[in-house]
């Protein structure tokens, strides 16, 4: 539908559009405000059909500081988790607290009868990964994954598949950061699930899933620090397909943060930041480099479109997502759980 400019000033008309928008927009209810939560709220800003409902937190002053610096007027402020699952305005409820918490906040959106997008990783052990699948019944639920919902990612992903790189044989991935003492808690403490590999190493491991299918075998080597979790991490992997991958991850370094793909046929290299790239090189062997770009438009950084990518789930009555099956994101959490076997790393939550 298309307007005159004259009618678009009418100031009943435009009324009238913003209810109507709002009425057929997704509303979403974010549960904790730190930093991912804050970035998750700017990307949806330019997320079509995406509302911030509401926002809830352990006190209504963080989560009143959240919407002011979001600058959402009309946004709920919740000073609990359990009201805001509760509002009866918010249809999907993005849960953005520490590791640790997810089974439990996850649980409560599903009391409330609430579809749930939660923070990577699901859950520190695929133990309790399959108890927050199995606690969502008929209710949507997608670990947040948003690499895999990047379009870039998925067409590159689905271009491998389709064998027009060649056949995939080698994975490199890296991606770490210089995290300071200074840093939250989520970082550094083990009852929070801290550590580089579940924080970030989740993502070349995720990349290489991607690209070379499930996991065969790993193999992990890794410096812990004097709390027990790790610090600096490499991992050697042999996947069903008969491919390999090599991926490290930091948190002492300013590591390359980029990503390649070997073939039979050339060179795919994903340059920094990997996980949320703005392009991709594809080189074909004794040929030159071709630039790819992705073949829609990003949303934000990206999270905005894994925000999409769940709105139309929900809108096709999907309880799982296509793009982060509950299947990928138990193998992954079952890798972690072995890497971290062998690196010594251990939290309340392992059995």
Not at 252 to 279: C, I, K, M, N, Q
Not at 280 to 301: K, L, M, N
Request: negative net charge; hydrophobic residues 40%; aromatic residues 6%.
């Amino acid at each position: 539908m298309s307007f005159s400019c004259g009618a678009s000033r009418d100031p009943y008309l435009m009324a009238v559009m913003t209810i109507s928008t709002r009425q057929s927009a997704t509303r979403w209810g974010i549960l904790a405000t730190g930093k991912i939560a804050r970035s998750f709220a700017r990307d949806l800003h330019a997320t079509p059909g995406a509302v911030i409902a509401a926002v809830g937190s352990r006190s209504r002053e963080s989560a009143a500081a959240f919407v002011h610096d979001i600058g959402d007027e009309g946004t709920h402020v919740h000073g609990s988790y359990d009201e805001l699952v509760a509002d009866p305005d918010v249809d999907v409820v993005y849960v953005a607290s520490p590791h640790s918490h997810h089974l439990e906040h996850t649980r409560l959106a599903f009391a409330a009868g609430k579809p749930v997008l939660c923070e990577k990783p699901l859950t520190l052990t695929r133990d309790d990964g399959e108890a927050l699948f199995a606690g969502a019944g008929d209710l949507f639920c997608m670990e947040a994954m948003w690499m895999a919902c990047h379009p870039l990612v998925r067409d590159l992903r689905t271009r491998m598949a389709a064998g027009e790189f060649g056949t995939p044989r080698q994975v490199h991935a890296d991606l770490g950061f210089v995290v300071g003492d200074d840093a939250t808690a989520r970082m550094w403490d083990p009852a929070l699930g801290a550590g580089a590999l579940l924080d970030m190493g989740i993502y070349p491991l995720t990349f290489a899933r991607l690209m070379l299918g499930p996991y065969a075998a790993v193999m992990a080597a890794g410096v812990l620090a004097e709390s027990g979790i790790d610090v600096d991490v490499a991992i050697s992997a042999r996947h069903e397909s008969g491919a390999v991958s090599a991926l490290t991850t930091s948190m002492t370094s300013a590591s390359p943060r980029s990503a390649s793909v070997a073939t039979d046929e050339g060179l795919l290299e994903v340059p920094a930041d990997f996980h949320h790239p703005s392009y991709a090189v594809w080189t074909p062997a004794g040929g030159e480099p071709q630039r790819i770009d992705p073949p829609s438009e990003v949303y934000g950084t990206g999270l905005g479109n894994e925000a999409a990518h769940v709105q139309d789930c929900l809108r096709d009555g999907l309880t799982e997502s296509p793009l982060v099956p509950h299947t990928q994101t138990l193998e992954l959490l079952g890798v972690m759980d072995d890497l971290r076997s062998q690196l010594g790393v251990r939290y309340a939550a392992d059995r």
